[in-house]
């Protein structure tokens, strides 16, 4: 795989990113320090959920980054709501990061070096650090828990709009055709990371191959918008607010929440590095308390405004609140006239046991990275998720936080998934899987 640098990174972003640096600041070193105290909108302690037993923690500071999207709501919530304090973890950052490289960069120097502790992450990077794909060398990292399920979208230029797309993007393929040799390109926010996978899938399903119709690119998300006002590319797959801001400024329109691709399907995940966990394994469960509470929090319907209110805040997303609670609350307008009222795929942070880090789910992201060339086709699945998938110490906190037992899931497993065009995915034969894909590097 193709090791992005955080300069080769910057420079795909093209021609945004000078107002992207004045609309949402700049890194002054390797950590970003645009986080970490409380939100204006919230200063109040934990509410009034009864305190999980734990014991104390061995150290009380962490250095946590996020990436200014809609489902990095769980850290910053713990953060300004004071569940990290709640449970002991007294001195906890929630750091910004300007895009997905520098969150690497930031987690292969951990706290001790600049960098961090763990981090609000896209699901395959654990594993592509874990093995070294992405990293100077192998940095074994730990997936906690799932922040989120469903929640991003495919957004397509105005250039497009006569199309209609939906889930299908046939219709692209031939105007593809039509603008050969013109550099089309189709933007998402890390190589091998799920907006990538989701673009590929959703591409590859339409009969177009992503390696040799169109460039598929990075951007960071904060990028997305300002990168499609000056036609620099042709479609882009990024989390909220971003889509919502592009149908708000009038310069596209969304084709598919990724729901309808996947419903419930698996998105951005909490991380830590593992000599952290190892070493201290009672603060890492307090930190995982206090996110899986917060993620409760978040779920429920009456404190959406708030939540709303805390993210949009200029020390998180620094975006406005219109551009974030409509879809927050499900309703999908998609810039063609066609509004869902409740969509049955809105970002979940909680319900249906949108926390519980699958590790089938994990085998997917693996097989789709084996898929476009990203992890070689002899890593086994299996073996990799088991290491770098905690759902044990998941399991543990819950416990600790008082979720019924009816609510924490008996099996690793989700069992047969079904994507929007009729394909099936058994975690227990992903190579069949992989065999039946037409379009692939594999």
């Known amino acids: 795989m193709t090791k992005y640098s955080r300069r080769q990174f910057i420079i795909t972003a093209g021609a945004a990113t000078a107002t992207s640096l004045l609309a949402h600041g700049c ?69 910004k990061q300007a895009s997905w490289p520098v969150t690497r960069d930031n987690l292969e120097l951990g706290s001790g070096g600049g960098g961090i502790d763990g981090a609000h992450i896209l699901s395959p990077m654990p594993y592509l650090m874990t093995i070294g794909k992405i990293t100077k060398q192998p940095v074994p990292m730990y997936l906690l828990a799932r922040l989120n399920t469903n929640g991003q979208a495919i957004s397509v230029s105005n250039t497009y709009k006569d199309l209609k797309l939906t889930t299908e993007s046939k219709g692209l393929k031939e105007a593809f055709a039509k603008s050969a040799g013109k550099g089309l390109k189709a933007a998402m926010t890390f190589p091998g990371g799920t907006h990538d996978l989701w673009m590929r899938y959703w591409l590859a399903a339409g009969g177009i191959d992503p390696d040799k119709d169109i460039s598929v690119v990075p951007v960071p998300p904060a990028q997305m918008v300002a990168n499609m006002k000056v036609q620099g590319m042709e479609a882009f797959c990024v989390g909220e607010p971003w889509n919502a801001q592009l149908i708000n400024q009038q310069l596209g329109y969304t084709a598919l929440i990724t729901g309808e691709l996947w419903k419930d399907h698996p998105e951005k995940a909490l991380t830590m590095r593992k000599d952290w966990v190892d070493k201290n394994p009672k603060a890492a469960k307090a930190i995982l308390v206090a996110v ?57 942070f909680w319900a249906d046991n949108a926390s519980y880090p699958y590790k089938s789910h994990d085998i997917w992201f693996i097989t789709e990275n084996k898929r476009w060339g990203y992890i070689p086709a002899d890593v086994n699945a299996k073996e990799l998720v088991d290491k770098v998938n905690r759902s044990d ?45 037409k379009i692939k590097k594999a």
Do not use: H
């Not at 009864?50 to 962490?62: G, M, R, S, T």
């Not at 906190?397 to 009729?422: C, M, Y």
């Open 27 to 95: 890194s002054t070193g390797p950590l970003d320090k645009s986080g970490g105290s409380k939100s204006a909108a919230s200063t109040t302690a934990a509410d009034s959920q009864p305190i999980a037993k734990l014991d104390p923690p061995e150290v009380k500071n962490a250095k946590l980054g996020f990436i200014a999207l809609t489902d990095a709501a769980p850290l910053i919530v713990a953060q300004a709501k004071g569940y990290f304090k709640k449970y002991g973890m007294d001195n906890v950052e929630v750091v």
């Open 292 to 348: 899986m509470e917060a993620q409760q929090w978040c779920d429920k319907p009456e404190n959406k405004d708030e939540m709303v209110k805390i993210i949009a805040d200029r020390q998180w997303l620094k975006v406005p609140e219109k551009d974030i609670i409509e879809r927050t609350k499900g309703k999908i307008d998609y810039g063609t006239g066609r509004v869902e009222a409740n969509s049955p795929v809105m970002m979940k």
């Open 393 to 437: 110490l998941w399991k543990d906190a819950a416990k600790a936080l008082g979720v019924p037992d009816a609510q924490i899931p008996t099996s690793d497993s989700r069992g047969v998934e079904t994507f929007f065009d009729g394909v099936k995915f058994d975690p227990e034969k992903p190579d069949e899987y992989l065999k039946s894909l």
